[in-house]
């Protein structure tokens, strides 16, 4: 029989195991794992829909060849394509089987790389919900990538952008100060941050901007009326001063079908090896 000493230690280390087991799996996960499997299938035919795979002559995978394909149950299918059916992306007839219908055609979609040239256009045709605005001590990474002390004074603002159909943009910006001083809520009104700040008298000279993908929680997913883990587009910017002072962070989390991203780019001739360049 195990002593009090020798039994804690033998727990302690199965704590330990598991906390490790814990954390690989962690490191482990893809966006996919938090993705429902239904979305991943609606989104799957969705794409094979729009490149044309399927005439709207002959009928599509029954549920049952869906369900072998991507290895899921009849009843995840059936829910991939009722949304597939609410879009009027396919038509579904008894005894006769399901139809991919002519893709309607997409609304134009903002894009990134003529975002900060197109703010006035960008403000007369969207409306903001402010979720939060109020001082608050900047978080470390924050703090970090605005040249601050951590829990230094500043500003968040927390906002919901819509257009004429729906919400399409969660937004959330950090301001230190002085610039935090110079914003108000009632100067902010449905204007961008930046614009509110160049209003001020802050002149802007650069900006870094990064993308990537995440996938949607609980809270951002009701504000944007879309499914719980549905792929969002993660935009974070850093936007300079004139002297090269960053005066503020903003990440926004976007709809993938309101915004894509598009550059022009041409090919640098005096480079030894092939290479394209953006175009200024």
């Given amino acids: 029989m195990f002593g009090p000493g020798r039994s804690g230690a033998v727990i302690g280390r199965r704590r330990q195991a598991g906390e490790g087991r814990t954390r690989r799996a962690a490191v482990d996960h893809s966006v996919s794992d938090f993705v429902p499997r239904y979305y991943q299938v609606y989104t799957a035919v969705q794409q094979r829909i729009r490149e044309g795979e399927w005439s709207p002559e002959t009928p599509m995978p029954t549920e049952e060849e869906f369900a072998a394909a991507f290895r899921v149950s009849r009843v995840t299918v059936r829910k991939a394509l009722s949304m597939l059916q609410q879009e009027k992306l396919v038509l579904r007839q008894q005894g006769r089987g399901t139809f991919a219908l002519p893709v309607p055609r997409r609304q134009s979609r903002a894009n990134f790389s003529g975002f900060l040239e197109n703010v006035r256009d960008f403000e007369r045709n969207t409306k903001v919900r402010v979720l939060f605005f109020g001082r608050v001590a900047l978080p470390v990474q924050i703090a970090d990538a605005l040249g601050c002390p951590a829990g230094a004074p500043g500003l968040k603002i927390v906002r919901l952008r819509s257009d004429s159909q729906s919400p399409f943009s969660y937004s959330t910006c950090y301001l230190p100060e002085p610039e935090a001083s110079l914003v108000t809520d009632d100067l902010l009104g449905n204007r961008t941050v930046i614009a ?76 030894a090896a092939p290479r394209w360049i953006a175009k200024m």
Avoid: C, H
Wanted: hydrophobic share 45%; glycine share 6%.
């Fill in 196 to 271: 509110t700040l160049e209003a001020a008298g802050v002149a802007v000279g650069t900006a870094e901007q990064r993308l990537s993908a995440m996938a949607a929680g609980v809270e951002v997913a009701k504000l944007l009326k879309i499914e719980v883990g549905a792929p969002l587009i993660s935009m974070t910017r850093v936007v300079r001063s004139d002297d090269d002072r960053p005066v503020e962070f903003i990440e926004v989390l976007y709809r993938p079908d309101k915004f894509e991203y598009r550059v022009n780019l041409s090919r640098d001739k005096e480079s």
